[in-house]
């Protein structure tokens, strides 16, 4: 079965600075990887997938993702945070050939200090 | 764009009550899905749906319930409502098998007293 680590719970970033937010995962063949963000008394928002091919993403909300096959590893960056950008992010992923079954990570909550 | 609406954003009920939360979707699309949400959990699939009147359990099922008698809406029902079942619960729609996200709604807060 797959499963999905998000190892920082919480993560505290200036305004302006640069973002980085991990994600592994466990899976025996090339996964769906999503993230997501969910603002507070909201639903989840997708940022970006991938499915297949060119391994660095884009997303929305000037957000991009790089799959690392090697590393087993999905991490999502911004390289400069805006104080809207706090929230919570998942990341995601489906397997068995489907986005059908997605196991989420715990999330990881993102503070903005202006 | 897709719009997943939750009926209710809160909802407050009793221990033993049987309650249901609705879920309806305007794109057609064949899949939908209920999790809940905890913190430090993340998000747990109860149960989904690929078709009318067709369900399949997730990895929560144990105390819950679906309905899917119109391709645009999922039920989820609590058969007797117990405090454990205190959580946020998010509903989600997906278009197709395969290379598609899920889109989700607002989610319902639900407090079992």
């Known amino acids: 079965a797959q499963s999905v680590t998000q190892p920082d719970i919480h993560i505290t970033v200036s305004e302006g600075a640069s973002l980085e937010l991990r994600c592994n995962y466990s899976y025996g063949a090339t996964p769906y990887l999503f993230w997501y963000v969910q603002s507070p008394g909201q639903g989840l928002q997708l940022l970006l997938k991938?499915?297949?091919?060119?391994?660095l993403v884009q997303g929305i909300k000037g957000f991009e993702a790089e799959f690392k096959r090697s590393q087993s590893s999905f991490n999502l960056r911004k390289p400069s945070v805006h104080w809207s950008d706090a929230a919570e992010y998942f990341c995601?992923?489906?397997?068995?050939?489907?986005?059908?079954?997605?196991?989420f990570g715990t999330g990881t909550r993102l503070q903005v200090t202006l | 764009d897709v719009k997943v609406t939750q009926s209710s954003r809160y909802l407050v009920k009793r221990t033993g009550e049987k309650v249901f939360l609705e879920c309806v979707q305007d794109?057609?699309?064949?899949?939908m899905f209920w999790y809940r949400q905890d913190p430090g959990l993340g998000l747990r699939l109860i149960y989904f749906s690929y078709d009318v009147k067709m369900k399949e359990k997730g990895d929560i099922p144990e105390g819950y319930s679906v309905s899917r008698e119109k391709k645009e809406r999922f039920s989820l029902i609590l058969e007797s409502a117990s405090t454990n079942q205190t959580s946020m619960y998010l509903c989600?729609?997906?278009?197709?098998?395969?290379?598609?996200?899920?889109?989700f709604g607002d989610g319902t807060r639900l407090s079992i007293l």
């Open positions: 995601a992923v489906g397997a068995g050939g489907t986005a059908s079954k997605l196991t």
């Open positions: 794109m057609d699309h064949e899949n």
């Open positions: 991938y499915f297949s091919g060119d391994t």
């Open positions: 989600a729609s997906m278009d197709g098998w395969g290379n598609q996200p899920q889109h």
